[in-house]
């Protein structure tokens, strides 16, 4: 149980152009989802906390008007990295939330070109 | 505060030897503790965790020694394999608050054949 799944796995855009990526609870509901960034060989960067059907809270330093997050039903959040630059090129990593556990999802790999 | 410090950065051991990764904490209103495994391009994959009201944790060869006078806790593996070539991160979070964890910075962790 509490499999937390994301797509895609990867994906390459142009610099300028908008990605979108899902992470979706499969197996429970999660009221609270959250949004990682992860350099290589570093640890995991906390972006957003996300509240199904209030606003996103943002970590200091995050630009909230370039990382759109929806927390639109009980088991699916979305990142929209808008206007993506090459230095957004990251791994990003959800997690979902549910009886004290963060379940994390595979991670996505964008690449901005 | 909120810092959780992880040591060491890097470990190499030989199979069939003890891993031992160390964390420190400062907040005294954690009270959640968790342990992290990930493998390079797939999202982290809870290992054990502990609440403070106990002093150890096991399963099967991962153990969780807790001391909560010094604010430490630590992971051990038993009988390290080469499969548990990874990275491990420990967190620490508040049960009663929104989820949120705070992540040390890492361990990489390889197991010589």
């Known amino acids: 149980g509490a499999v937390v799944s994301q797509h895609p796995s990867w994906v390459i855009c142009k610099s300028g152009t908008s990605v979108k990526i899902e992470c979706r609870s499969l197996d429970f509901q999660a009221t609270t989802m959250f949004w990682y960034r992860q350099f290589p060989k570093q640890s995991l960067m906390l972006m957003a906390t996300s509240n199904e059907g209030s606003k996103a809270t943002y970590e200091q330093g995050v630009e909230k008007d370039k990382f759109l997050i929806n927390h639109a039903s009980l088991t699916l959040s979305t990142l929209t990295v808008t206007s993506a630059h090459p230095e957004d090129s990251s791994f990003y990593i959800c997690s979902a939330a549910w009886d004290t556990e963060q379940y994390f999802g595979p991670g996505t790999r964008l690449t901005v070109t | ?113």
């Open chain 2, 1 to 113: 505060q909120q810092q959780v410090k992880q040591s060491p950065q890097s470990l190499i051991v030989q199979k069939g030897g003890i891993s031992i990764i160390n964390c420190a904490y400062e907040n005294t209103a954690f009270d959640y503790f968790p342990w992290y495994q990930q493998f390079p391009g797939k999202g982290p994959a809870l290992l054990i965790a502990i609440r403070p009201d106990v002093s150890e944790k096991k399963e099967g060869r991962f153990t969780i020694s807790f001391n909560k006078s010094a604010k430490q806790f630590s992971l051990h593996i038993m009988d390290s394999q080469p499969g548990d070539s990874a990275t491990y991160f420990c967190a620490a979070s508040i049960r009663s608050g929104t989820y949120k964890y705070i992540f040390g910075t890492g361990t990489r962790l390889k197991v010589l054949a």
